[in-house]
């Protein structure tokens, strides 16, 4: 029976005792097409946060679309324009919902419309953690990565001006609305309004999140979508344009806003981004964003973030089998520690459900549970894998 594939469940285990790296045999790309709802973007297991390349709007060159058809994920691999990283992400889902604050970098001459700043990409690459493609109308190289629940970008630059995007009025979710304000010269926060996940009008939450960059610019400032305007109002040169301010700088609001960020840069400069979320506060977003990452150190926040996948990867070892099968499963395991996700902050604090309150738990608390689905095997895997984080999900339903 050596041809055959062999399970051996062990609660604790070190991969190095198969002499192999698992994660190697994780291939995000799975699921990504015919309609899988799946991305290749990074996230941690079970994480709050996830780091997804956006291709789905802007472009007749790709294939599906958002806004033109029943379309609940942001990523396609079909689809070959990119429009940013999208933040706080849902996988295998058939609603669209979540998939905001969408980060992009571009170079040349500032554009804030995403239909013209948007880009062709070559050299994809994606890892347990970590996502890579070039911009092929900048020539510029993007990485992400994460912890439980920050985000950190690393952007390469050709010489000469750089643009770092941050679009708050698009996104898969079908909701609007969103505000931020500047913190510092390197410093952002705001919130974005979420929900009606499979058309529940009433379903609407926010997402808060503190950005930095880790170098001051020459310029920074906003934009805001001006509605279209009629008689003498028609006279403004911004009129039914996504309108720059260069001199504002005190807190913005509207369904269609965005923040840049300008610098003059050599060749293979980076820039790195952190974000971090909050589904509470922007104090918590930030205290969030302290706490799992110290300083701007990407190389660090991957690493930890492979190691994080490795662990969770053995608790389950192979014996026999080809190389293609042991893809085929481990990419499975991957896909099933995605959801539910945390819920709570490091503070421990988190939303009740259908309601208003703050409540606090010193425990675990997880959300995206899709019982309708995974009620027939996922938990009971769970129950069997990883007894602790399954007894922290059950607490959290029993709770809400």
């Known amino acids: 029976m ?33 309609y899988g709802t799946t991305n290749p973007g990074a996230v941690l297991p079970n994480g709050m946060m996830s780091v997804a390349p956006f291709n789905v709007m802007g472009s007749d060159e790709n294939k599906f679309d958002k806004d033109k058809q029943w379309w609940s994920t942001p990523y396609s691999y079909e689809n070959k324009f990119f429009t940013g990283f999208s933040h706080v992400n849902l996988s295998g889902v ?31 690459q994606a890892s347990p953690g970590y996502y890579t493609n070039r911009l092929t109308k900048y020539g510029i190289l993007t990485e992400v990565s994460a912890t439980t629940r920050t985000s950190i970008a690393r952007f390469t630059f050709p010489k000469g001006q750089a643009n770092i995007l941050l679009n708050l009025g698009e996104g898969l979710t079908n909701e609007s609305g969103a505000w931020m304000r500047r913190i510092s010269d390197t410093e952002i926060e705001g919130m974005k309004v979420l929900g009606t996940f499979c058309y529940n009008p009433q379903a609407v939450f926010p997402i808060y999140f503190v950005m930095r960059v880790s170098k001051p610019p020459v310029t920074a400032g906003y934009w805001k979508k001006q509605r279209e305007m009629t008689a003498e109002a028609a006279w403004d040169s911004t009129a039914g344009t996504r309108k720059i301010y260069t001199r504002y700088g005190r807190d913005i609001a509207g369904d269609d806003i965005g923040a840049y960020f300008s610098y003059d ?26 706490a799992e990452q110290n300083g701007f ?25 080809t190389a293609d099968q042991k893809v085929v499963f481990y990419t499975a395991l991957y896909h099933a520690l995605i959801h ?17 309150k703050i409540l606090t738990s010193g425990a675990g608390r997880y959300t995206v549970f ?16 990883y007894p602790e984080k399954q007894l922290d999900m059950v607490r959290s339903m029993v709770d809400m």
Not at 340 to 356: H, I, T
């Open 2 to 34: 050596r041809s055959g594939l062999f399970f051996i469940l062990f609660l604790v285990i070190s991969s190095n005792f198969f002499g192999q790296d698992l994660t190697g045999f994780v291939n995000p790309f799975i699921g990504t097409t015919n």
């Open 94 to 124: 058939g609603c669209p919902e979540a998939g905001s604050l969408l980060l992009m970098p571009t170079s040349g001459e500032l554009n804030v419309n995403y239909e013209e700043y948007g880009s062709g990409y070559a050299g994809e």
């Open 265 to 290: 840069v050599k060749a293979g400069e980076t820039i790195e981004v952190q974000i971090g979320v909050s589904f509470v506060s922007t104090a918590n977003a930030r205290e969030n964003l302290e």
């Open 297 to 321: 150190q990407f190389d660090k926040v991957r690493t930890a973030a492979r190691e994080s996948w490795e662990k969770e990867l053995a608790r389950v070892g192979i014996e026999g089998g």
């Open 340 to 356: 539910p996700n945390l819920f709570n902050d490091v503070n421990g604090q988190y939303p009740a459900m259908e309601s208003d």
């Open 370 to 385: 899709s019982l309708w689905d995974t009620y027939r095997n996922v938990h009971q895997m769970l129950s069997l894998l």
